[in-house]
């Protein structure tokens, strides 16, 4: 079984900047990716960003060049640095994990509250 807990979630005021971090524990490959999905109140969870273990990167359209993933694969965490927040990326942030192995194998963390105001 894998575990993802997050962290770093809160309050900010636009313009200010805030740094989500995730670890996961458990039975875990090597060969991964990890990353981040957002679901803002009333809406559907979209993806953010995400980050393969050998670093290759993925970013939505709405937060490329603000938002900045990256991982320690020794420790198992992947980060999310966000800068130049706006109100419109309040919402729930969950980290992700998939791993194939035959199948894929999708793990969720419980997710952590970001809000930017105005």
């Known amino acids: 079984q894998v575990q993802l807990v997050e962290s770093g979630g809160g309050l900010v005021q636009a313009g200010g900047s805030l740094r989500l971090s995730c670890s996961a524990s458990?039975?875990?490959?090597?060969?991964?990716?990890m990353g981040w999905y957002r679901q803002p109140p009333g809406k559907q969870r979209d993806l953010v960003a995400t980050i393969t273990s050998g670093g290759t990167t993925n970013y939505a359209d709405s937060v490329e060049g603000r938002f900045t993933i990256s991982r320690d694969n020794a420790k198992n965490t992947v980060y999310l640095q966000m800068n130049s927040l706006k109100p419109e990326d309040t919402a729930v942030y969950y980290c992700?994990?998939?791993?194939?192995?035959?199948?894929?194998?999708?793990?969720w963390g419980q997710g952590t509250q970001v809000t930017v105001s105005s």
């Open positions: 458990g039975k875990i490959f090597r060969t991964n990716t």
């Open positions: 992700t994990l998939s791993m194939k192995v035959g199948a894929v194998y999708d793990y």
